[in-house]
């Protein structure tokens, strides 16, 4: 599976952006996927994920309520909508899709869980 991210850019604070992540290769419907996210000089951390064939979404708690993740199948992409954006969410984001197979849920939130990986788009938030 191929992921490309687009969609970044800069963004005054509690402005909107959607990123997608398009896929080839691959039915991106047969994996689950999630985002993540680097600002400059910290750890990758866990953004959101979407379970293949579930209703399951999860969110780290810096963006309950803010972002949402959905899929669109038809079009083999995935979204995230981020909105009320903070310059805190200043970060590289990165797109990724499980391998085969249906992980628990605690799994969603672990790099380690994911085979394959977007080449990352910058998001920046300010004024």
């Known amino acids: 599976v191929q992921l490309q991210a687009s969609g970044g850019g800069v963004v005054q604070p509690g402005g909107s952006l959607r990123l997608s992540c398009s896929a080839s290769?691959?039915?991106?419907?047969?994996?689950?996927v999630g985002w993540f996210r680097q600002a400059p000089g910290k750890e990758r951390e866990f953004v959101a994920a979407r379970r293949k064939n579930a209703p399951g979404t999860y969110y780290a708690d810096s963006v309950k309520g803010r972002f949402t993740i959905s899929r669109d199948n038809a079009n083999n992409r995935v979204y995230l909508q981020m909105n009320n954006l903070r310059p805190e969410d200043t970060a590289v984001y990165y797109c990724?899709?499980?391998?085969?197979?249906?992980?628990?849920?605690?799994?969603?939130?672990?790099?380690?869980?994911?085979?394959?990986w977007g080449q990352g788009t910058l998001v920046t938030v300010s004024s």
């Open positions: 990724a899709a499980t391998g085969p197979g249906n992980p628990i849920s605690s799994a969603y939130f672990r790099s380690f869980t994911y085979l394959y």
């Open positions: 290769g691959s039915t991106l419907s047969s994996y689950g």
